[in-house]
């Protein structure tokens, strides 16, 4: 199997990033209060909400430019309107309710599951155009 190439290697790096900082936005209140440094204590809940919606418009941009993967781009888009729009009317600032967190990661997990053949079958992440 060929070395993954740089905008694949981008892509699953700024992945990683953004649920990095959704794991945080989740005990944010709790790693406040034990005094912990992270990106979503020192940006703030709507702050680090927005930095993930940043993070996925770019792998959208990555999907759709080097694989032209309109799906992942797309998935990637509606991801970061979900969190735009969380910061700006849904929870905002607000922790996130116990039962939304277990029913998102029992949800997200299938997804994980399902896709990773899907990806692996289809080789997305293969450069179209070199």
Same mark, same amino acid.
């Given at each position: 199997?060929?070395? *993954?190439?740089?905008? /694949?290697?981008?892509?699953?790096?700024?992945?990683?990033?953004?649920?990095?900082?959704?794991?945080?936005?989740?005990?944010?209140?709790?790693?406040?209060?034990?005094?912990?440094?992270?990106?979503?204590?020192?940006?703030?809940?709507?702050?680090?909400?927005?930095?993930?919606?940043?993070?996925?418009? $770019?792998?959208?941009?990555?999907?759709?430019?080097?694989?032209?993967? /309109?799906?992942? $781009?797309?998935?990637?888009?509606?991801?970061?309107?979900?969190? *735009?729009?969380?910061?700006? !009317?849904?929870?905002?600032?607000?922790?996130?309710?116990? !039962?939304?967190?277990?029913?998102?990661?029992?949800?997200?997990?299938?997804?994980?599951?399902?896709? $990773?053949?899907?990806?692996?079958?289809?080789?997305?992440?293969?450069?179209?155009?070199?």
């Amino acid at each position: 199997v060929p070395q *993954l190439s740089a905008p /694949a290697m981008a892509f699953g790096a700024l992945f990683a990033m953004h649920c990095h900082v959704f794991g945080q936005l989740m005990d944010v209140e709790e790693d406040v209060a034990a005094g912990r440094r992270t990106t979503a204590s020192v940006t703030g809940v709507v702050g680090g909400k927005l930095l993930v919606a940043a993070l996925m418009l $770019a792998e959208a941009v990555i999907a759709f430019r080097w694989f032209t993967h /309109a799906v992942v $781009a797309a998935f990637m888009v509606a991801g970061a309107a979900v969190f *735009l729009g969380d910061a700006i !009317f849904g929870y905002r600032s607000k922790p996130y309710p116990v !039962f939304f967190s277990k029913a998102f990661f029992l949800g997200w997990n299938a997804l994980v599951v399902v896709t $990773a053949y899907v990806v692996w079958k289809t080789g997305v992440f293969m450069l179209v155009d070199g």
